[in-house]
């Protein structure tokens, strides 16, 4: 089988680790990506023992530590086929005139300046290749504005508009581009939201049956193995419970 390797951004937790253990296990080697390195150290345990593991520990806010640490990978693990752009967080829910600069800062520097810096220097690779697929995590924040949800929201409508506007630049170039915007999903995500509230963030999702790691991980499996015409461009994906990004049946 054709060697095919794919970098996962914010590999550490959540949705980011599930899936970079999906893509092993559909064959493909693996660039696991985030700050904390004694996570992404632990992650060849949870990889099948034929897959390649190469793991990067930077910030994606730091946009000389992307650049220096994408351009030192070695030539074998140098032609990336697919991309995901995970890497990011909430921090704070609160009215925006209670808002704080460095959450704002936080999530417009992680969640889409960082996904920026990112995709510049693995798209040249995609291009000069003429093939790739990238897929954006963005978010049910991404498609509606909930109460409190302000920069967050503006974050992900953001990664939004990115996308689409990345489907249409790359589109000369064959490369795919897939944005999964996912409702609530149980990860640390809350916790890193309410900073380190484990009550608050544990109430986000009880009362209903939320998405899990694994569920996005599926989907984003098995969207980037549609055959070569086929690109699954835009994917909305709920907890069943979950009707809209404010409306959730805690009754069931
Ligand atoms: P987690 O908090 O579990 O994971 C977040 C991941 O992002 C971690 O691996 C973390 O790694 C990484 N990350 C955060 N900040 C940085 C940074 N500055 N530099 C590098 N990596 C960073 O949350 P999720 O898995 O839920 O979140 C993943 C994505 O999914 C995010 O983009 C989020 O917005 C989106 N999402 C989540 C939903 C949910 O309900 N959970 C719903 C919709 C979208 P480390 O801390 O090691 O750097
Ligand atoms: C995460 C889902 O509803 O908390 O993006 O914004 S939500």
Redesign the pocket.
């Known amino acids: 089988m054709e060697r095919k390797i794919a970098l996962v951004?914010?590999?550490?937790?959540?949705?980011?680790?599930?899936t970079a253990i999906a893509l092993a296990n559909l064959g493909y080697d693996i660039i696991a990506?985030?700050?904390?390195k004694d996570?992404?150290e632990i992650l060849r345990d949870e990889l099948p023992e034929n897959v390649g593991l190469m793991t990067l520990c930077?910030?994606?806010?730091?946009k000389e530590a992307v650049k220096n640490s994408i351009s030192s990978l070695a030539e074998e693990w140098k032609n990336i086929d697919v991309l995901i752009?995970?890497?990011?967080?909430?921090h704070g829910l609160d009215p925006i005139q209670n808002g704080s600069l460095e959450d704002w800062d936080?999530m417009i520097?992680?969640?889409v300046k960082?996904l920026l810096y990112v995709s510049h220097e693995i798209m040249p690779i995609m291009i000069k290749r003429k093939s790739g697929i990238i897929v954006n995590?963005?978010?049910?924040?991404g498609k509606e504005v909930y109460p409190n949800g302000n920069v967050?929201c503006g974050?992900?409508h953001a990664?939004d508009a990115i996308t689409n506007g990345m489907r249409i630049d790359l589109n000369p170039f064959g490369i795919k581009v897939i944005g999964?915007?996912?409702?609530?999903?149980?990860?640390?995500?809350?916790?890193?939201r309410f900073k380190g509230d484990s009550q608050r963030s544990d109430s986000?999702y009880q009362g209903f049956e939320?998405?899990l790691?694994e569920d996005?991980a599926d989907t984003i499996a098995f969207a980037v193995s549609r055959p070569k015409h086929v690109v699954l461009a835009d994917i909305v994906m709920l907890p069943t419970a979950q009707a809209s990004a404010t409306i959730v049946n805690k009754n069931q």
């Open positions: 951004t914010g590999a550490t937790s959540g949705i980011g680790k599930a990506t985030g700050r904390r996570r992404l930077f910030d994606v806010r730091d752009n995970n890497a990011g967080n909430a936080a520097d992680i969640n960082g995590i963005g978010s049910i924040a967050y974050s992900k990664v999964i915007h996912p409702g609530l999903v149980k990860t640390e995500f809350s916790l890193v986000v939320p998405l790691p996005i």
